[in-house]
């Protein structure tokens, strides 16, 4: 079972900034936290992972609090082509490369 | 860098029959997962191979198999189709094991009739 949970659908002003969010309350010290996204029929695409700090690339922001049981996605001025749905994943260390998939958020951008 | 392929990209067959879908990682990766997706099941892992070898496996049949090549280049068989077999089958790789990001490819699109 997926070790995350996410609200199944969000929406977003084009623009603006979208900040998705994730429970992981059971996740272990060494657990990295993976975001991923997929637009309508295509394969999944690797946004952005972290394990304790905050980390950013050109696409968006991962915010992990303190605890590691939370994090959020932050896309920091949102397109229509952002709209997709988003899987945040822990990574299970002992497994390899496991990922297990939720339901995800679906995030819809609105002109 | 090319990125991970899978041919072929769209199949059909009927119940019974067998398929077997290929998948070629980006280049200096030795890590491939597949996954299946279906509307009713969403994402689900399949199994790892790497360097090949299977590293992992999902709670699949034992008619899902897979294999690895030396050059990494991965395939999986479904034997004896069956109508809920219809799905998008993903490859994804990645340089070696954890904490390394997974690229996946555009998908082959099954239909069982």
């Not at chain 1, 992972?49 to 980390?55: D, F, I, Q, R, T």
């Not at chain 1, 496991?98 to 951008?109: A, D």
């Not at chain 2, 200096?28 to 790497?50: D, N």
Request: charged fraction near 15%; proline fraction near 6%; hydrophobic fraction near 30%.
């Amino acid at each position: 079972d997926a070790k995350t949970t996410q609200p199944p659908s969000m929406d977003c002003a084009e623009g603006r900034a979208a900040n998705l969010p994730c429970n992981h309350s059971t996740i272990s010290g060494n657990e990295y936290v993976y975001w991923y996204r997929q637009i309508h029929s295509q394969g999944p695409q690797y946004i952005i992972h972290g394990l304790k700090n905050n980390e950013t690339n050109e696409m968006a922001s991962l915010i992990i609090t303190e605890d590691r049981k939370s994090s959020t996605l932050i896309l920091p001025h949102a397109t229509l082509r952002d709209t997709a749905v988003y899987y945040c994943i822990v990574r299970v260390e002992s497994q390899g490369g496991k990922l297990i998939f939720g339901q995800g958020t679906e995030l819809s951008v609105k002109p | 860098k090319a990125g991970v392929t899978q041919t072929p990209r769209y199949l059909i067959k009927t119940r019974g029959q067998q398929v077997t879908l290929s998948c070629s990682p980006i280049s200096g990766h030795r890590s491939v997962s597949w996954y299946q997706q279906t509307p009713g099941q969403g994402l689900q892992f399949l199994f790892e191979y790497f360097s090949e070898t299977q590293r992992n496996k999902g709670n699949f049949p034992g008619r899902f198999s897979g294999r690895q090549f030396s050059n990494s280049r991965s395939e999986m068989n479904v034997s004896t189709l069956e109508l809920g077999d219809s799905a998008l089958y993903l490859c994804a790789s990645s340089p070696v094991g954890p904490g390394y990001e997974q690229y996946f490819g555009p998908g082959t699109r099954l239909t069982v009739t």
